[in-house]
């Protein structure tokens, strides 16, 4: 495990060279420092998820989920529950909340995003330090919906990128999609 936890501090350093954000990096890898605590949900102060920008296969459209506790579209992902490999967890969460089979990650970490999850029940308001990865579909893109979400959507990205009753981060996921271009684009299909 520690080789794995050696791996996302060295992905989170090679991001944070890559983003004028530097400064949520910085605080990404303090709490990478807390060791595998930070991956639990134990960690009342906040914890590591990890999450996705699933793509179809020819990359025009993103796959968002309509969560049911939120009430709101996101992208698919959950909690670490003290797996370090978050490529491996953005990949478990998607495949359970989409149903969609024949995922690929690719690539290093897309985007990091650091926000506040408010109080529920007995549980207290915390931070989510949310990594996320790109998922590009296979050929097959059907969906299933399971008991987190009310909906699942493809959205074309540039839709996404220009709709302001979405999450601030799903709009920056998918501008910056479309300004790399190229660097993500798949074979036509």
Known sequence: MPHDLDDLRAAL?????????RETAALFLTLAEDGVHA???????????????????NGRRALLM???????????GGHADGDVDLKRVALREAEEETGVR???????????DR????????????????????LRAG????????????????????????DPTLDGSLRRMAQRWLDRGNAYAATPG
Not at 115 to 134: F, L, N, T
Not at 140 to 161: F, G, K, M, Q, T
């Open 139 to 162: 050929d097959d893109e059907r969906v299933s919906i399971n008991e987190e979400s009310n909906a699942l959507a493809w959205r074309d990205i540039a839709d996404i990128a220009a």
């Open 102 to 112: 024949g995922l690929a990650v690719e690539g290093g970490i897309y985007d990091l």
């Open 66 to 76: 309509h969560h049911r506790k939120l009430d709101r579209w996101l992208q698919p």
């Open 39 to 57: 991956f639990e949900r134990a960690r009342r102060e906040g914890h590591f998820t990890a999450s996705c920008w699933l793509v179809s296969r």
């Open 13 to 21: 350093r090679a991001y944070a060279e890559t983003t004028a954000d």
């Open 115 to 134: 926000h506040r999850i408010p109080a529920r029940g007995v549980e207290p308001e915390h931070w989510h330090y949310d990594v996320r990865y790109v």
